[in-house]
C-alpha cells in the first residue's frame, strides 16, 4: 500500500493584514520546501482565498483595520477548524488577548 507523504506536498500559508510581507512574494510558486504564499489585506479578502483554497497555516495582523482581529480570529477558527491561526503583531500586551480568543501563537513584529 502507498502512503503519500504529507510533508512533500504543498502547504498553503496565507497572511493577512498590511505589512505581511516577511515570507516573500505572494501567490508564487512552491519554494524549495513546498510553500506557497498566498496574501489578503482584509477580512473579506481572507475569507474569499480560504473558499478559494483553505490554507495549512493563517497569520493574521491582530491590527487589521475596519474589522477588529479579534473577530477575524473567531471568523477563521469557524472557516478552517483546525487550521493554526497566529496572530502578529507589535504590541505584546495584545498577545494574551489573542490566546484567549484562540489564536495557536502570537509572532511579534517587526523583526
Not at 10 to 36: E, N, V
Not at 82 to 91: E, L
Amino acid at each position: 500500500m502507498d502512503i503519500p507523504n504529507a510533508l512533500s506536498s504543498t502547504r498553503c500559508i496565507l497572511l493577512i493584514g498590511a505589512g505581511m510581507d516577511f515570507l516573500g512574494p505572494a501567490d508564487s510558486a512552491p519554494d524549495s520546501d513546498g510553500f506557497r504564499i498566498k496574501r489578503a489585506s482584509s477580512v473579506e479578502g481572507a475569507l474569499a482565498a480560504i473558499r478559494e483554497e483553505p490554507p495549512d497555516v493563517a497569520i493574521f495582523d491582530i491590527d487589521l483595520p475596519v474589522n477588529s482581529g479579534y473577530s477575524l480570529l473567531e471568523e477563521l477558527r469557524e472557516a478552517i477548524p483546525g487550521v493554526p491561526v497566529i496572530a502578529a503583531g507589535s504590541d505584546l500586551s495584545r498577545a494574551l488577548d489573542a490566546f484567549r480568543s484562540g489564536a495557536a501563537d502570537f509572532l511579534a513584529t517587526p523583526f
